[in-house]
Nanobody, 124 residues
Framework: QVQLVESGGGLVQAGGSLRLSCARS????????MGWFRQAPGKERDFVAA???????YYADSMKGRFTVSGHNVQNTVYLQMNSLKPEDTAVYYC??????????????????WGQGTQVTVSS
């Protein structure tokens, strides 16, 4: 049974940092991409960042320079380092896995596996 388990969410002040982790298990994830989406109340689940098995990374425009995705092909955990957090970053963050690639154009419906989500709240 595939499991993606997120951790590291919480409450932080604007300008602060958080590091999310996603531990995966239950199958081989070779040739899978892994990434992060987020969903704010009343909004759709949107792409945040992703990394392919070969190490290529993708970011949503508003996260470039602030967020860094890492891990995956060297360990069974994917990380999302979030710096310079803003109140508009407040959302539930979900770990995602999909064969081959996840890009900013990937929709939530195209993701094969999801984690349960972790809440990130940024206060002003």
């Amino acid at each position: 049974q595939v499991q993606l388990v997120e951790s590291g969410g919480g409450l932080v002040q604007a300008g602060g940092s958080l590091r999310l982790s996603c531990a995966r298990s239950g199958r081989t994830f070779a040739n899978y991409a892994m990434g992060w989406f987020r969903q704010a109340p009343g909004k759709e689940r949107d792409f945040v960042a992703a990394v392919t098995w070969t190490g290529f990374t993708y970011y949503a425009d508003s996260m470039k320079g602030r967020f860094t995705v890492s891990g995956h092909n060297v360990q069974n955990t994917v990380y999302l380092q979030m710096n310079s957090l803003k109140p508009e970053d407040t959302a539930v963050y979900y770990c995602a896995a999909r064969p081959v690639i996840i890009t900013p154009q990937t929709t939530a419906a195209e993701v094969r596996y999801w984690g349960q989500g972790t809440q990130v709240t940024v206060s002003s």
